[in-house]
């Protein structure tokens, strides 16, 4: 984005300006826009601004759309409105994002989770790296931070389906588009070089990106490369516990033996931790292009990305035990424990680091021609995406188990509250004072491999209204190969007081500095190499793998043959222009689930097949009251498989009275639902619209967390892991407005707004302990907001934009642990610039200036944790020629 510092009464005059003169000014557009559609003609504004070029290009992708779309675009060639794709798209009416360490990472549309979404590059399916950084895994979830924006040229965000688009997207279909040569119709040279400084990190980091693009002079064959190149230093101040449990029966708070607290929720143990990472992402795009007439066009891409995460995490904790509360010291608010002290507590003291690897390629062949009436094209389609622990993830422990007098006293979640600790008798930077306790040792290497090829057909017709028949197949491949393997080590370790020599000073100061709480800052800081340097040797690595890393690691294989035909309208509704399409989807999807499973104790390779076809009809029409005025209705069946990691069968057998088994399920089918979307759209110009539109989605054999039954080598087991079954659903509404403020006087002539808002409500039946349980859908936020202010003129150009969220259900209460919650949260960043020249602009942007951390809470606004990344500003340079 092109920003430079800006004056600040220019700034607070142009706000106030906008917030008193929007409303006013759009009656005269209003009218003249009627004057126009009588006309038969749409009212001409021009469109200076980058900023303002960009959102006249996302809102003719969404006006040319038969169904329900939202679109961002570059304002300019390596330009995006963000410095990641995520971050951009939550301008996006509902779409919201999930951060990690201050950085967008998924995308939730309309409210459901991540794994609701299918991310697509030019239209195919892309490879999805896997978090390898610990156990947890997101199955098909694309991540967008390994992703540079500055690659990207457009993001569509489909909400109606069509026939012709790939299942598997309940929540929304997120495309992103790649330059193209013959696009930008000429030679063209971009570049730009920018220094990020992370405030909290206290590090400034370098950003280089380019494009080069040729086409021949007839404007039918060309060529483009562009690369971009990002570090990024990030530190993240953290305080969290592990959890809330609920007691129905109370606790002992006085010491007697009786339960006499009443139903309760208390806290488990508390872990302030520092995290420090050091990035490195490096991509590139190559594309060529060949269109020798207006029948025939050949495309070829290739896209690269390569990124490389260095962390260092830096921990302690307060434990306690209800039994071994100081009796009378319970403090108790509002049902909930939130304080207390404990004569024989425990503490642990760690240290865990590793390098990651991340590597996504996509490669796309495809070309479409003409014989006679039929239009015939094909795509191929490859892409991998391969993480790794390239450097072992490694924790060296140290703890009391025992003995450790402390209090504690959990605040309410306000914005900026820690739990407080003070220990009694320990000292966290006396090495004396500490045993170690073990060694860890973990690797993870996830491959994830698509590839695809499909033929297509379309030709015109006339046929009861129908103007167009559109038919293709599909064939895809897809593998996830993950393994995991762990090594601990004990013998050498536990028990054993290691001097200062095997420590290292503190790397930080002001740890948590902007928290309020009383807590120790600093603490023992395990010297990795006089720990790590003769462990794992060559006889570590050698030696087999243990069951337990045979069951953790796991191959799915997915065969999935796809056909669709389907019928496009252009016709009149009581004399009104109506456009649209219906059609079908067929889909089948074979699975292959491979592992190993204990059996009797004996590790066992299994494997497992499943198999399922899924009819998915769709229909979407626009009605046009005027050529300003449109409705959208959508109706379609829609499907997303399950996650990768819960079909693994990752299996323990027991055998007795009740054959049972745990683990993962290879028998999972996918989610369906049936979705429902009513919009209407008044375009007043082709930068300025209102919007406003309604939704609905029922889903069934929603999967949760249950018990089946699973059957094995013909013996039925009863199997704890997930399971369809449950349903749930989502209504929500959006409403969106955007407008440039042309026909105000000078100088603020050059304002303009963004904005949208997002109502939703969810609804989702749980089973716990095989009881109904009914509650919202986790990570979905009933009411969310975006909010862009922007001034473009004389080559000024200045913008802000706030995202809200509403405080969302984080995690649903089950098996006696209390439901977690995620508090409101927004962000402001601040993005200006100066055109030097035609050819060269300078720029400055801030992310989270007003430096907003991120809270999760319990019942009653009780302290689940707390994290702050801090604000991140950049200045850099950008040059076209």
């Given at each position: ?315 302690y904790s307060a434990d306690y035990t209800l039994a071994k509360l100081v009796p009378g010291s319970a403090i108790i608010r509002d049902g909930a424990l939130i304080g207390g002290s404990t004569n024989d507590g425990a503490v642990q003291i760690g240290r865990e680091s590793s390098g990651i690897n991340d590597e996504n390629l996509a490669v796309g062949l495809n070309g479409s021609t003409y014989f006679g009436e039929w239009k015939l094209s094909a795509d191929l389609f ?402 969310s907001y975006n909010l862009t202010a922007f001034y473009e003129k004389n080559g000024i150009g200045l913008r802000l934009s706030y995202s809200w969220r509403d405080g969302v259900l984080n995690q649903i209460g089950t098996n006696s642990l209390a439901s977690e919650n995620k508090a409101a949260f927004g962000t402001l960043d601040l993005s200006a610039s100066y055109e030097l020249s035609d050819r060269i602009t300078v720029f400055v942007e801030g992310i989270n200036i ?32």
């Amino acid at each position: 984005m092109k920003r430079v510092p800006f004056s600040s009464n220019l700034l607070a005059a142009s706000i106030s300006s906008l917030c008193a003169l929007s409303l006013p000014f759009l009656a005269p557009f209003a009218s003249a826009q009627q004057g126009s559609a009588e006309d038969g003609l749409i009212q001409e504004i021009v469109v200076q601004g980058s900023y303002s070029k960009s959102l006249q290009s996302a809102l003719e992708t969404k006006r040319n759309a038969v169904g329900v779309v939202d679109a961002i675009a570059a304002e300019d060639i390596g330009k995006f409105p963000a410095q990641n794709i995520a971050e951009a798209l939550q301008r996006v009416t509902g779409v919201a994002v999930v951060r990690d360490r201050g950085e967008g990472v998924y995308v939730r549309v309309r409210g459901l989770g991540s794994n609701f979404q299918v991310t697509s590059l030019n239209g195919r399916a892309m490879a999805v790296n896997e978090n390898v950084r610990t156990s947890g895994q997101f199955g098909r979830q694309f991540r967008f931070d390994t992703l540079p924006a500055e690659l990207v040229a457009s993001v569509d965000v489909i909400k109606s389906p069509t026939a012709d688009l790939e299942e598997g997207a309940i929540g929304g279909t997120v495309n992103i588009k790649t330059f193209k040569p013959l696009d930008l119709k000429e030679i063209k040279y971009t570049g730009s070089i920018q220094a990020s400084h992370s405030e909290l990190a206290d590090k400034t980091d370098p950003r280089l990106s380019g494009l080069a693009s040729w086409t021949n002079s007839d404007n039918t064959f060309g060529a483009l490369i562009s690369a971009a190149y990002a570090e990024r230093s990030l530190r993240q101040d953290r305080s969290l516990n592990f959890g809330w449990t609920q007691s129905t029966a109370g606790i002992d708070t006085d010491g007697n033996g009786s339960l006499d607290s009443g139903p309760i929720i208390t806290p488990g143990g508390i872990r302030p931790t520092l995290e420090l990472e050091d990035r490195e992402r490096m991509g590139v795009a190559t594309a060529l292009q060949w269109r020798p007439d207006d029948d025939t066009e050949v495309n070829f891409d290739v896209f690269y990305v390569d990124q490389t995460v260095d962390y260092d995490e830096f921990t302690y904790s307060a434990d306690y035990t209800l039994a071994k509360l100081v009796p009378g010291s319970a403090i108790i608010r509002d049902g909930a424990l939130i304080g207390g002290s404990t004569n024989d507590g425990a503490v642990q003291i760690g240290r865990e680091s590793s390098g990651i690897n991340d590597e996504n390629l996509a490669v796309g062949l495809n070309g479409s021609t003409y014989f006679g009436e039929w239009k015939l094209s094909a795509d191929l389609f490859h892409s991998t995406a391969n993480s790794e622990d390239s450097d072992p993830i490694i924790r060296t422990r140290f703890r009391r188990t025992s003995g450790v007098a402390f209090d504690f006293y959990f605040p309410k979640v306000n914005g900026d509250s820690v739990p407080s600790i003070h220990y009694k008798n320990a000292d966290l930077m006396d090495p004396s004072q500490w045993l170690g306790r073990r060694l860890e040792w973990r690797t993870i290497r996830a491959e994830d491999e698509e590839q695809a090829i499909k033929f297509d057909a379309e030709r015109e017709l006339d046929f009861l209204g129908f103007n167009k028949l559109t038919s293709g197949i599909k064939f895809r491949e897809r593998s996830r190969d993950y393994f995991r393997r762990d090594l601990v080590l004990i013998n050498g370790i536990e028990g054993v007081v290691f001097d200062e020599s095997y420590f290292e000073s503190f790397p930080v100061s002001g740890f948590l500095g902007d928290a309020k709480g009383e807590f120790p800052t600093v603490w023992l800081v395990p010297d990795e190499s006089k720990f790590w340097s003769n462990y794992p040797g060559a006889a570590d690595l050698a030696a087999p793998l243990s069951s337990a890393d045979l069951r953790n690691s796991y191959l799915i294989e997915e065969s999935i043959t796809s056909a669709y035909a389907m019928l496009d309208m252009e016709n009149t509704l009581a004399g009104l222009p109506l456009k649209g399409n219906i059609g079908v989807r067929v889909a089948q999807t074979e699975q292959t689930s491979s592992g190993h499973a204990a059996v009797s104790g004996v590790t066992t390779p299994v494997s497992f097949d499943e198999d399922y076809i899924d009819v998915l009809p769709s229909a979407n029409f626009s009605l046009h009251w005027a050529d300003d005025l449109i409705t959208r209705a959508a109706i379609a069946k829609v499907i997303t498989r399950p996650d990768l990691q819960d079909m693994a069968p990752r299996l323990t057998f027991n055998s007795g009275d009740i054959n049972t088994a745990s683990g993962g399920n290879p028998n999972l089918n996918p989610f369906e639902a049936w979705q429902y979307d009513l919009t209407l759209e008044w375009y007043l110009d082709k930068v300025t619209a209102l919007s406003a539109g309604v939704f609905y989605k029922d889903i069934s054999t929603f999967i949760q967390t249950r018990k089946s039954t699973l059957v094995f080598n013909g013996i039925p087991y009863e199997l704890s892991s997930k399971v369809n079954g449950s349903n749930a659903d989502v209504t929500g509404m959006e409403v969106a407005y955007q407008q440039v403020f042309d026909q105000l006087p000078a100088p603020f002539d050059g304002l303009g707004i963004q904005a949208n808002y997002t109502w939703t409500d969810s609804s989702a039946v749980y089973v716990d302990n095989d009881k109904s349980v009914k509650g919202d859908l986790e990570d979905v936020a009933k009411n969310s907001y975006n909010l862009t202010a922007f001034y473009e003129k004389n080559g000024i150009g200045l913008r802000l934009s706030y995202s809200w969220r509403d405080g969302v259900l984080n995690q649903i209460g089950t098996n006696s642990l209390a439901s977690e919650n995620k508090a409101a949260f927004g962000t402001l960043d601040l993005s200006a610039s100066y055109e030097l020249s035609d050819r060269i602009t300078v720029f400055v942007e801030g992310i989270n200036i007003t430096d907003e951390a991120q809270q999760d809470f319990v019942q009653g606004d009780e302290f689940r944790s707390y994290t702050d990344y801090g604000s991140t500003y950049s200045l850099g340079v950008r040059a076209s020629f």
